[in-house]
Protein backbone atom coordinates (compact mmCIF):
# COMPACT_ATOMS: atom_id res chain seq x y z
CA UNK A 1 0.00 0.00 0.00
CA UNK A 2 1.10 3.72 -0.88
CA UNK A 3 1.09 5.57 2.67
CA UNK A 4 3.11 8.52 0.44
CA UNK A 5 -0.01 10.84 1.55
CA UNK A 6 1.22 10.80 5.08
CA UNK A 7 4.00 13.07 4.53
CA UNK A 8 2.08 15.62 2.15
CA UNK A 9 2.05 18.90 3.37
CA UNK A 10 -1.68 19.19 1.86
CA UNK A 11 -3.00 16.27 3.33
CA UNK A 12 -1.78 17.46 7.14
CA UNK A 13 -3.47 20.99 6.49
CA UNK A 14 -6.80 19.18 5.34
CA UNK A 15 -6.33 16.71 8.61
CA UNK A 16 -6.48 20.06 10.72
CA UNK A 17 -9.40 21.94 8.60
CA UNK A 18 -11.20 19.28 9.35
CA UNK A 19 -10.74 18.86 13.05
CA UNK A 20 -11.40 22.21 13.50
CA UNK A 21 -14.80 22.17 11.01
CA UNK A 22 -15.82 18.83 13.30
CA UNK A 23 -15.48 20.76 16.50
CA UNK A 24 -18.08 23.27 14.82
CA UNK A 25 -20.42 20.75 13.55
CA UNK A 26 -20.38 18.93 16.57
CA UNK A 27 -20.99 21.79 19.23
CA UNK A 28 -24.57 21.95 18.39
CA UNK A 29 -24.57 17.92 19.43
CA UNK A 30 -22.43 18.97 22.76
CA UNK A 31 -25.26 21.51 23.51
CA UNK A 32 -27.87 18.87 23.02
CA UNK A 33 -26.34 16.17 24.80
CA UNK A 34 -25.44 19.06 27.74
CA UNK A 35 -29.01 19.94 28.06
CA UNK A 36 -30.57 16.57 28.33
CA UNK A 37 -27.74 15.18 30.20
CA UNK A 38 -28.98 18.37 32.60
CA UNK A 39 -32.56 16.33 33.29
CA UNK A 40 -30.72 13.50 35.15
CA UNK A 41 -29.31 13.53 38.64
CA UNK A 42 -26.27 15.63 39.23
CA UNK A 43 -23.96 12.33 39.90
CA UNK A 44 -25.17 10.96 36.47
CA UNK A 45 -24.66 13.99 34.07
CA UNK A 46 -21.10 13.26 33.44
CA UNK A 47 -21.55 10.08 32.51
CA UNK A 48 -24.59 10.64 30.29
CA UNK A 49 -22.42 13.57 28.62
CA UNK A 50 -19.64 10.95 28.04
CA UNK A 51 -21.50 8.40 26.25
CA UNK A 52 -23.41 10.58 24.59
CA UNK A 53 -20.07 11.82 22.74
CA UNK A 54 -18.81 8.16 22.32
CA UNK A 55 -21.96 6.96 20.98
CA UNK A 56 -21.29 10.13 18.43
CA UNK A 57 -17.83 8.80 17.21
CA UNK A 58 -19.07 5.33 17.00
CA UNK A 59 -21.64 6.43 14.49
CA UNK A 60 -19.46 8.47 12.83
CA UNK A 61 -16.88 5.73 12.34
CA UNK A 62 -19.50 3.27 11.32
CA UNK A 63 -21.02 5.84 8.40
CA UNK A 64 -17.29 6.74 7.49
CA UNK A 65 -16.89 2.89 7.11
CA UNK A 66 -19.84 2.83 4.93
CA UNK A 67 -19.31 5.25 2.53
CA UNK A 68 -20.92 3.33 -0.41
CA UNK A 69 -24.48 3.47 1.25
CA UNK A 70 -23.49 7.18 2.22
CA UNK A 71 -23.60 7.99 -1.59
CA UNK A 72 -26.84 5.69 -1.91
CA UNK A 73 -28.54 8.28 0.15
CA UNK A 74 -28.37 10.43 -2.14
CA UNK A 75 -30.52 9.00 -5.00
CA UNK A 76 -34.13 10.05 -5.15
CA UNK A 77 -36.53 8.04 -3.37
CA UNK A 78 -39.53 10.18 -4.88
CA UNK A 79 -40.22 13.79 -6.26
CA UNK A 80 -42.60 16.20 -4.78
CA UNK A 81 -43.88 19.75 -6.81
CA UNK A 82 -42.41 22.73 -5.20
CA UNK A 83 -42.54 26.58 -5.96
CA UNK A 84 -42.59 27.59 -9.73
CA UNK A 85 -43.80 24.52 -10.33
CA UNK A 86 -40.78 22.64 -10.21
CA UNK A 87 -40.17 19.07 -8.76
CA UNK A 88 -37.57 18.07 -6.09
CA UNK A 89 -36.26 14.66 -5.70
CA UNK A 90 -36.58 13.17 -1.69
CA UNK A 91 -33.51 11.27 -0.60
CA UNK A 92 -32.66 8.98 2.14
CA UNK A 93 -30.41 11.75 3.13
CA UNK A 94 -33.19 14.69 2.85
CA UNK A 95 -35.65 12.14 5.02
CA UNK A 96 -33.33 12.11 8.02
CA UNK A 97 -32.51 16.01 7.91
CA UNK A 98 -36.10 16.47 7.92
CA UNK A 99 -37.17 13.93 10.59
CA UNK A 100 -34.09 15.49 12.73
CA UNK A 101 -35.24 18.49 12.15
CA UNK A 102 -38.76 18.22 13.52
CA UNK A 103 -37.65 16.10 16.28
CA UNK A 104 -35.15 18.73 17.19
CA UNK A 105 -37.81 21.51 16.66
CA UNK A 106 -40.71 19.60 19.15
CA UNK A 107 -37.49 18.73 21.38
CA UNK A 108 -36.76 22.05 22.00
CA UNK A 109 -40.20 23.53 22.09
CA UNK A 110 -41.33 20.67 24.20
CA UNK A 111 -37.66 21.67 26.94
CA UNK A 112 -38.35 25.75 26.89
CA UNK A 113 -42.21 24.99 27.62
CA UNK A 114 -41.12 22.69 30.06
CA UNK A 115 -38.13 24.80 31.95
CA UNK A 116 -40.57 27.90 32.11
CA UNK A 117 -44.28 26.76 32.49
CA UNK A 118 -43.71 23.19 33.76
CA UNK A 119 -45.90 21.61 36.63
CA UNK A 120 -43.78 21.62 39.72
CA UNK A 121 -44.44 18.69 42.16
CA UNK A 122 -46.31 15.99 39.94
CA UNK A 123 -44.04 12.54 39.35
CA UNK A 124 -45.38 10.79 36.08
CA UNK A 125 -43.36 9.18 33.58
CA UNK A 126 -43.27 12.24 31.13
CA UNK A 127 -41.27 14.05 33.64
CA UNK A 128 -39.40 11.73 35.39
CA UNK A 129 -36.19 11.11 33.16
CA UNK A 130 -34.58 7.96 33.11
CA UNK A 131 -30.61 7.05 32.12
CA UNK A 132 -32.25 5.28 29.49
CA UNK A 133 -34.37 7.63 27.56
CA UNK A 134 -32.22 10.33 27.99
CA UNK A 135 -29.26 8.27 25.63
CA UNK A 136 -32.18 6.78 23.55
CA UNK A 137 -33.04 10.45 22.67
CA UNK A 138 -28.82 11.20 22.29
CA UNK A 139 -28.60 8.32 19.67
CA UNK A 140 -31.37 9.14 17.64
CA UNK A 141 -29.50 13.06 17.61
CA UNK A 142 -26.13 11.98 16.66
CA UNK A 143 -27.48 10.03 13.72
CA UNK A 144 -28.53 13.50 12.19
CA UNK A 145 -25.75 15.38 13.12
CA UNK A 146 -23.27 12.39 12.31
CA UNK A 147 -24.70 12.14 8.86
CA UNK A 148 -24.04 16.26 8.33
CA UNK A 149 -20.41 15.59 9.70
CA UNK A 150 -19.35 12.40 8.10
CA UNK A 151 -20.45 14.27 4.48
CA UNK A 152 -18.53 17.15 5.20
CA UNK A 153 -15.65 14.81 5.85
CA UNK A 154 -16.14 12.56 3.01
CA UNK A 155 -16.33 15.96 0.61
CA UNK A 156 -12.68 17.62 2.03
CA UNK A 157 -10.55 14.57 2.45
CA UNK A 158 -10.17 11.27 0.24
CA UNK A 159 -8.28 8.83 3.09
CA UNK A 160 -10.86 7.21 5.15
CA UNK A 161 -8.27 7.12 7.85
CA UNK A 162 -7.75 10.76 7.78
CA UNK A 163 -11.04 11.20 8.18
CA UNK A 164 -11.69 8.73 11.35
CA UNK A 165 -8.48 10.16 12.77
CA UNK A 166 -9.97 13.65 13.14
CA UNK A 167 -13.29 12.39 14.19
CA UNK A 168 -11.71 10.62 17.08
CA UNK A 169 -9.34 13.81 17.89
CA UNK A 170 -12.32 16.13 17.66
CA UNK A 171 -14.09 13.57 19.83
CA UNK A 172 -11.59 13.82 22.73
CA UNK A 173 -12.17 17.28 22.92
CA UNK A 174 -15.35 17.46 23.05
CA UNK A 175 -15.19 14.90 25.74
CA UNK A 176 -13.14 17.80 28.12
CA UNK A 177 -15.36 21.04 26.86
CA UNK A 178 -18.81 19.00 27.19
CA UNK A 179 -18.39 19.05 31.39
CA UNK A 180 -17.94 22.78 31.66
CA UNK A 181 -20.44 23.86 28.42
CA UNK A 182 -22.84 22.03 30.44
CA UNK A 183 -21.62 23.78 33.79
CA UNK A 184 -22.02 26.84 32.14
CA UNK A 185 -25.41 26.18 30.58
CA UNK A 186 -26.61 24.84 33.48
CA UNK A 187 -25.80 27.48 35.57
CA UNK A 188 -26.89 30.54 33.85
CA UNK A 189 -30.88 29.94 32.76
CA UNK A 190 -30.35 32.74 29.79
CA UNK A 191 -27.91 30.75 28.57
CA UNK A 192 -30.05 27.54 28.36
CA UNK A 193 -32.83 29.34 26.71
CA UNK A 194 -30.59 30.35 23.80
CA UNK A 195 -28.86 26.93 23.49
CA UNK A 196 -32.61 25.79 23.27
CA UNK A 197 -33.23 28.73 20.70
CA UNK A 198 -30.41 27.58 19.05
CA UNK A 199 -31.56 24.19 18.19
CA UNK A 200 -35.11 25.58 16.81
CA UNK A 201 -32.66 27.58 14.64
CA UNK A 202 -30.97 24.60 13.49
CA UNK A 203 -34.16 22.31 13.69
CA UNK A 204 -35.66 24.83 10.71
CA UNK A 205 -31.99 25.08 8.85
CA UNK A 206 -32.47 20.95 8.86
CA UNK A 207 -35.60 20.97 7.25
CA UNK A 208 -35.32 23.57 4.53
CA UNK A 209 -31.86 21.66 3.70
CA UNK A 210 -33.54 18.41 3.42
CA UNK A 211 -35.81 20.06 0.99
CA UNK A 212 -32.88 21.69 -1.16
CA UNK A 213 -33.57 24.87 -0.20
CA UNK A 214 -29.18 25.59 0.82
CA UNK A 215 -28.88 28.34 3.84
CA UNK A 216 -25.05 28.94 3.92
CA UNK A 217 -23.70 27.77 6.97
CA UNK A 218 -21.80 31.25 7.45
CA UNK A 219 -24.68 33.08 7.96
CA UNK A 220 -26.13 30.56 10.54
CA UNK A 221 -23.17 30.47 12.72
CA UNK A 222 -23.06 34.18 12.62
CA UNK A 223 -26.07 34.60 13.83
CA UNK A 224 -25.68 32.19 17.03
CA UNK A 225 -22.54 33.78 17.59
CA UNK A 226 -23.88 37.28 17.35
CA UNK A 227 -26.29 36.22 20.05
CA UNK A 228 -23.87 34.63 21.96
CA UNK A 229 -21.75 37.70 22.06
CA UNK A 230 -24.83 40.01 22.96
CA UNK A 231 -25.55 37.55 25.84
CA UNK A 232 -22.13 37.76 27.04
CA UNK A 233 -22.06 41.40 27.36
CA UNK A 234 -25.31 40.93 29.26
CA UNK A 235 -23.80 38.63 31.68
CA UNK A 236 -20.70 41.12 32.24
CA UNK A 237 -22.88 44.22 32.78
CA UNK A 238 -25.44 42.40 35.31
CA UNK A 239 -22.29 40.77 37.47
CA UNK A 240 -23.29 38.74 40.29
CA UNK A 241 -25.31 41.31 42.41
CA UNK A 242 -28.38 40.04 40.61
CA UNK A 243 -29.63 36.21 41.16
CA UNK A 244 -30.13 34.81 38.71
CA UNK A 245 -33.78 32.87 37.61
CA UNK A 246 -33.92 29.27 38.64
CA UNK A 247 -35.50 26.81 35.95
CA UNK A 248 -38.20 24.60 36.59
CA UNK A 249 -36.21 21.35 37.63
CA UNK A 250 -36.89 17.31 36.55
CA UNK A 251 -39.20 16.16 39.43
CA UNK A 252 -37.42 13.23 39.55
CA UNK A 253 -33.95 14.90 40.47
CA UNK A 254 -35.87 16.72 43.48
CA UNK A 255 -37.04 13.50 44.96
CA UNK A 256 -33.70 11.93 44.69
CA UNK A 257 -32.00 14.97 46.53
CA UNK A 258 -34.62 15.29 49.28
CA UNK A 259 -34.14 11.44 49.41
CA UNK A 260 -30.42 11.48 49.24
CA UNK A 261 -30.96 14.42 52.52
CA UNK A 262 -33.29 12.13 54.18
CA UNK A 263 -36.09 14.22 53.98
CA UNK A 264 -39.54 12.88 53.82
CA UNK A 265 -42.29 15.58 52.01
CA UNK A 266 -45.84 15.59 54.09
CA UNK A 267 -48.27 18.06 53.87
CA UNK A 268 -49.65 18.43 57.45
CA UNK A 269 -53.25 20.44 58.04
CA UNK A 270 -52.41 23.50 59.98
CA UNK A 271 -53.13 24.14 63.39
CA UNK A 272 -55.54 26.34 64.49
CA UNK A 273 -53.97 28.29 67.60
CA UNK A 274 -56.62 30.50 70.02
CA UNK A 275 -54.72 33.48 71.09
CA UNK A 276 -55.26 34.19 74.67
CA UNK A 277 -56.60 37.06 76.01
CA UNK A 278 -53.84 39.90 77.77
CA UNK A 279 -54.94 40.57 80.93
CA UNK A 280 -54.09 43.58 82.96
CA UNK A 281 -51.70 43.86 85.43
CA UNK A 282 -53.18 45.43 88.52
Excluded: C
Excluded at 54 to 68: E, K
Excluded at 165 to 175: G, Q, R, T, W, Y
Excluded at 201 to 208: K, P
Amino acid sequence: MDFSWISSPETWIAFVTLIALELVLGVDNVIFISILAGKLPVQDQQRARTTGILLAVVTRILLLASLSWIISLEEPFFYIPWLGGEEIGISGRDLILIIGGIFLLWKSTHEIHDKLEGKEGHASAKVAATFASVIIQIMLLDIVFSLDSVITAVGMVDHIEIMIAAVIIAALVMVFIAGPLGGFVEKHPTIKILALSFLLLIGFTLIVEGLHQHIPKGYVYFAMGFSVMVEMINLRVRGTPVEPVNLRTPYATDVLELQSAGVTAKVSPAKKTKSKPKTKKK
